[in-house]
């Protein structure tokens, strides 16, 4: 017995996790999220190799476009990047968790055909035999090949909104959050073709050791938790039991509000979570109704 927990051991110290972190528009919100999760990175302006505070992490700076192919042929056990890269790649990975990063940075986009507001194009089969420039090529290709729809669709290195507007091309496929950068530029969704957030995502072979595994799946409680913590704070207070009813009547908690006694007799200790942007509303309320010793406190991390 006790040799087989020293074995267990000796594994996890000589764990070496590959991990992939997204160079590019992903980047900075991804290290926030980090930051929060409790690892701290650091990279040089020109460094591809990050340095990170996990002896069991050995991180790589990829651009998440290619990341899923990466972690698919096992040169990275596991990385973060968006669901779109992955269905562009057609990578056969394991999607170990979905980050949405809230007001961190991306959250759900999508991808778009879009054509100028003047155009005649109304559906996707009006552009049979048109030319479409798209940085997700593959994808694009895909969906008008699996509708029957012969259309030329080239790769774009960037400013594909210019092309379609100023002629080039016929039509596009872009990303877009709101679609206010497509209005701007006069132009008009004609179809969403897929929808993205960003995925922690996994080798299928590292995925199967229960090393790695385990490792990667206590990333993943930490990344969540980071995130679900985002925008929120915790808030205690001290009130008499006579009044915690109407304490408890306009504390908006994320659950019930933890409460326990305190060593005066008749006090009641009140801790709860609940979102920043309303507790300069709630604290005077909150003082008005006899709370006491408010305290407001920062959250890195809520664990469900």
């Known amino acids: 017995m006790g040799s087989k927990k020293t074995s267990a051991a000796k594994a996890d110290s000589t764990l070496k996790l590959k991990f992939g972190l997204p160079k590019g528009s992903l980047q900075e919100a991804t290290f926030k999220m980090l930051e929060k999760a409790g690892f701290h990175v650091n990279v040089g302006s020109r460094s591809y190799f990050p340095y990170i505070d996990d002896a069991e992490l050995d991180p790589v700076l990829i651009r998440a476009q290619e990341m899923s192919r990466y972690v698919e042929q096992g040169a990275l056990d596991c990385g973060i990047t968006g669901e779109d890269w992955i269905l562009e790649n057609h990578s056969d990975v394991v999607r170990v968790a979905e980050l949405l990063y809230a007001k961190t940075g991306r959250n759900r986009v999508r991808w778009v055909l879009a054509v100028p507001n003047d155009s005649p194009f109304q ?117 008499i039991e006579k009044n915690l009813k109407k304490v408890i009547g306009i504390l908006p908690a994320m659950k019930k509000p933890t409460i326990s006694q305190l060593s005066d007799k008749g006090w009641l200790a009140v801790d709860t979570i609940l979102d920043e942007s309303i507790v300069k509303h709630l604290i005077p309320r909150l003082k008005e109704v006899g709370a006491q010793g408010i305290i407001e406190y920062p959250l890195n991390k809520v664990i469900d």
């Open 123 to 239: 559906k996707p089969e009006d552009l049979k035999g048109k030319r479409i420039a798209t940085e997700l090529k593959g994808f694009t290709e895909k969906y008008f090949k699996d509708r029957k729809i012969p259309v030329a669709v080239e790769f774009s290195w960037g400013a594909t909104e210019v092309k379609v507007g100023s002629g080039l091309v016929d039509a596009i496929v872009d990303i877009t959050e709101t679609g206010s950068s497509l209005k701007a530029n006069n132009l008009r969704i004609v179809e969403t073709l897929c929808y993205s957030t960003t995925k922690f995502i996994a080798n299928k072979t590292a995925w199967k050791d229960p090393v790695k595994r385990r490792k990667m799946e206590g990333m993943a409680m930490l990344f969540l938790g980071a995130i679900q913590a985002e925008g929120k704070v915790g808030l205690k207070l001290n009130v």
